[in-house]
């Protein structure tokens, strides 16, 4: 995973564009993904696809000593984006109207877009704000805002049921690592895994697509699909740091959703969960009024919040997000997996406590502190396996690893006393 998110790191993505392509194409390389897009111009529920942008350069020359400030081709985040051309000389007074800085983190170079309205700009950082001095320069800005498409990204697995479960992640922003790649990354990598199960039980889908306006589209041309299918669905964005693992629950706080994400979040040491009012990714669309499907926002670092101050800046990179981090955040998902695949309703074979001693399960002397937890749990789970409750309700009453349970559950399968 860190591998592909440094091959992917120097792209410039936006919401259109060659760069989205070009992050979709590399992604298609290892993992059966369909290319799918929206025209600029089409309407979907209340907005309109934009037109399609694309750059070749952009700096700021100071024209006393020739030198360069805020070029795109050495950070692409030096541009605000879908900024229009522009070739002109202008003042200094008039050149600061138009850069961007992050008052907080003086060596970050922020992440600025205009996406609706038409402007141009600059980032660049506050120390590197405070070396452009002289009184004239020169502002390029070589981009293009045409009539296109909007590029996604889809992968549909299907099992023996059409019930689904979604995964969504975005694909439209320039370099940023946590923001940005971790989300694409994982999905890959959980496609590469779900696809080696035989006899999969369910279906599953993943959505590559632009942020917002990508999601709002995907659900206008999917709404009634989803409704019908989906069981549940993650929103998967800035997942790659080793901080705290955190999730936004949806706004009944009870679907099936939370109740996965309650008992994936059993045992972690470090975690935050968010109400619905705390949203800030695409979970935004996916459960607004008139949509309200069954979907949870995963993190590490949540968007925005006071343990990420690396958040939309040239900061969010390398530095920020580790192999342990995204390894982490795939572990939380290769579980839930294996729970709906393997024992989504566990059901005891048995009427009444089987006889667990002849199975080499349980002590022969019968002595309190014989009954470890391991053995406890393993009574438990048997106890409130009815084959209605699944492995995930179970998990969050007994306040039990989701991990601990699968392994009492393929144990207690191992010697057939659960269906």
């Not at 080499?360 to 209605?388: H, Q, R, V």
Request: hydrophobic share 35%.
């Amino acid at each position: 995973m860190i591998d592909s998110a440094k091959e992917l790191y120097p792209i410039n993505r936006s919401l259109t564009g060659k760069g989205v392509r070009q992050s979709l194409n590399l992604i298609k390389k290892d993992i059966p993904l369909k290319m799918k897009v929206f025209k600029s111009g089409k309407k979907v529920f209340d907005w309109i696809i934009p037109k399609e942008w694309n750059i070749k350069k952009a700096y700021i020359l100071d024209l006393k000593n020739k030198k360069k400030y805020a070029d795109f081709n050495k950070n692409n985040l030096h541009i605000v984006g879908y900024s229009h051309p522009i070739n002109k000389i202008i003042s200094l007074d008039k050149l600061k109207k138009h850069i961007h800085t992050d008052k907080k983190n003086k060596n970050a170079i922020p992440y600025v877009t205009s996406y609706y309205k038409k402007t141009w700009g600059f980032c660049l950082s506050q120390n590197q704000l405070k070396s452009i001095k002289n009184k004239k320069y020169k502002v390029v800005i070589d981009s293009s805002l045409k009539d296109g498409v909007m590029d996604y990204g889809e992968t549909l697995i299907k099992g023996k049921s059409k019930k689904e479960i979604l995964f969504s992640c975005y694909i439209c922003h320039p370099s940023m690592v946590n923001n940005e790649l971790s989300g694409p990354v994982i999905s890959a990598a959980l496609i590469h895994y779900i696809n080696n199960l035989k006899n999969k039980k369910y279906s599953y889908r993943f959505a590559f697509v632009p942020e917002t306006i990508g999601s709002i589209a995907y659900i206008s041309r999917n709404l009634k699909q989803l409704k019908k299918n989906v069981l549940a669905g993650f929103v998967i964005n800035c997942a790659g740091d080793s901080r705290d693992y955190s999730f936004v629950q949806t706004p009944e706080k009870n679907t099936f959703a939370d109740e996965i994400m309650n008992s994936s979040f059993i045992g972690l040491k470090k975690k935050s969960i968010y109400e619905f009012k705390d949203r800030s990714s695409d979970e935004r669309q996916y459960c607004h009024a008139g949509v309200e499907l069954p979907i949870c926002s995963y993190s590490r670092s949540k968007a925005g919040s006071k343990t990420y101050p690396e958040y939309h800046t040239s900061l969010d990179n390398f530095s920020v997000v580790t192999k342990n981090g995204l390894e982490g955040s795939f572990e939380i998902f290769k579980n839930i997996i294996d729970a709906l695949e393997f024992a989504h309703f566990p059901k005891s074979k048995t009427k009444c406590e089987p006889f667990l001693t002849k199975r080499n399960l349980y002590p022969t002397l019968s002595i309190k502190k014989n009954i470890d937890n391991e053995l406890k749990n393993l009574l438990d789970i048997l106890a409130y396996s009815n084959g209605k409750r699944s492995v995930f309700q179970i998990s969050n009453i007994l306040d039990l690893e989701l991990k601990t349970c699968l392994q009492i559950l393929k144990k207690l399968k191992k010697h057939s006393l659960i269906f």
